[in-house]
């Protein structure tokens, strides 16, 4: 069985209703699983309630499992905790996002993941396509910034990927596809072996599920393909919100005339959507789209706007958008 998952609490709830009524749109059906940031997750419970194609990921060993591998993964790198302490970061850095992991375990034998602060914005037919071929498939344009990727400043980098390997498979993990079993904790004794001999260096703590996956995949030569270098020229879009100049047609969003895959809120602290779902007049990119789909079965739920207008500036990967906004297409 084909899925979408994504990962969230109730802090991202206005998001997750709005990945949820895109999905409605362009894969009507689709089942979808919610994997849990953490334990926050009462708001969520109650939607999974009013929606039979939905469910929240409850496997509590399956969950467990992926936990003590990530710690034993982080236990191996040289300075993560030096580096999350100096930013206050209490135990390992944004543990919960992790949990995507668990998608590896099901429910679902082949599945998208998308982030909940993406959009679905066509029919995802081309991405379980692909997994007929590939065992990884995603759609972005990291490849051109590895610094959230990896350390480029590692001994390891050079030692472990070619120039080569590093433009074909780097991705961002807010949107990939894979199959259940691909990676298992249980079976990780050699990865983890790789990582305490050294390897870990080569991570970066400060994306740490993000980094862990594109070691994983490189690594493990596991079969891949990015369709945003494998598509051809004029099917190609970009995704993010760091792009200014794609048209908004209809509540769907286009690039150079092509309907975008996806669109992805990269870098937007959630607080600024669930102030926008309040009624506070926040303004930020694509606002209209992602107001459409939040209110996609309740418009006359939708927030008024009223007040003064407040702009939503991206915090924390300000350093890291910037660039990424004069490399994405």
């Known amino acids: 069985m084909d899925g979408i998952c994504t990962l969230g609490n109730d ?25 849990p940031y953490d334990d926050q997750v009462e708001r969520l419970r109650e939607l999974v309630r009013s929606r039979p194609q939905l469910t929240l990921y409850d496997n509590t060993a399956s969950i467990q499992r992926w936990d003590t591998w990530v710690e034993q993964i ?19 850095h944004r543990m919960g996002t992790h949990r995507r992991f668990c998608a590896f375990d099901g429910p679902f034998n082949r599945f998208l993941y998308m982030d909940a602060d993406t959009l679905l914005l066509s029919d995802p037919i081309p991405i379980f396509d692909a997994l007929t071929k590939y065992d990884w498939v995603t759609y972005d344009f990291q490849h051109k910034d590895l610094s959230h990727v990896y350390d480029e400043n590692s001994d390891w980098m050079e030692r472990l990927f070619s120039a080569k390997q590093l433009q074909r498979q780097a991705f961002c993990s807010g949107f990939y596809a894979s199959r259940q079993g691909l990676f298992d904790p249980d079976r990780g004794q050699d990865i983890l072996d790789w990582l305490n001999s050294g390897e870990a260096a080569v991570l970066y703590s400060m994306a740490p599920d993000q980094t862990i996956l594109n070691y994983l995949v490189m690594r493990c030569e596991i079969n891949s393909c990015n369709l945003a270098l494998t598509l051809p020229t004029e099917q190609r879009t970009g995704n993010s919100v760091t792009s200014s100049h794609f048209i908004i047609q209809e509540n769907r969003v286009y690039d150079k005339g092509v309907p975008l895959l996806y669109l992805h809120y990269i870098g937007l602290s959630s607080k600024f959507f669930a102030r926008l779902c309040n009624g506070e007049n926040v303004e930020l990119p694509y606002r209209e789209v992602f107001l459409h789909y939040r209110y996609l079965h309740n418009p006359e739920t939708r927030p008024a706007l009223l007040g003064k207008l407040v702009t939503a500036k991206p915090q924390g990967w300000r350093r890291y958008l910037k660039p990424l906004a004069q490399l994405l297409p």
């Not at 991202?12 to 994997?35: E, K, R, T």
């Open 11 to 35: 802090r991202v709830y206005d998001q997750i209703v709005a990945l949820l009524n895109s999905i409605d749109v362009f894969a009507p059906g689709m089942p979808v699983c919610i994997y």
């Open 74 to 92: 982080w236990a191996a790198h040289p300075t993560a905790r030096q580096q999350w302490n100096a930013i206050g970061s209490t135990g390992i």
